[in-house]
């Protein structure tokens, strides 16, 4: 299963793997997060899910806010454009080690594809 993958635009979606169809906090359906490629965004979100203590639970760039947060038996992370939740990702505990990983293998390439050019 991806839980994450490079879009078209160079975002990074991120797809629920346990939790999708199901609602998350305050009744909203888990479905799919478009991670911006801008700024730290995701470097921003993998210091969230490894629960760096200094991380903050929201981050705002490119006109988008996300804001992550636990419950006990998952992580979920919402974007918000505007005064509206645009979509809710959530994934359990056990998933967020793969998670992680495919996160950072972006993360990775793309640092690559930056040296080589």
């Known amino acids: 299963m991806n839980y994450a993958k490079r879009s078209e635009q160079g975002d990074i ?9 199901k609602n998350g906090s305050g009744g909203l359906q888990i479905t799919f997060v478009n991670l911006s490629r801008m700024g730290c965004t995701f470097l921003w979100f993998t ?18 806010k996300y804001q ?11 974007e918000i454009r505007g005064d509206r939740i645009a979509s809710t990702v959530g994934f359990s505990l056990r998933e967020i080690p793969v998670v992680l990983e495919e996160i950072r293998q972006i993360m990775t390439e793309e640092f690559a594809k ?4």
């Open 47 to 64: 210091r969230f899910l490894e629960g760096q203590e200094d991380t903050p639970d929201t981050h705002e760039i490119d006109g988008k």
């Open 13 to 21: 979606r991120l797809t629920p793997g346990e939790l999708v169809g």
């Open 114 to 117: 930056g040296e080589q050019l």
């Open 68 to 78: 992550a947060f636990r419950e006990s038996d998952a992580v979920f992370l919402k």
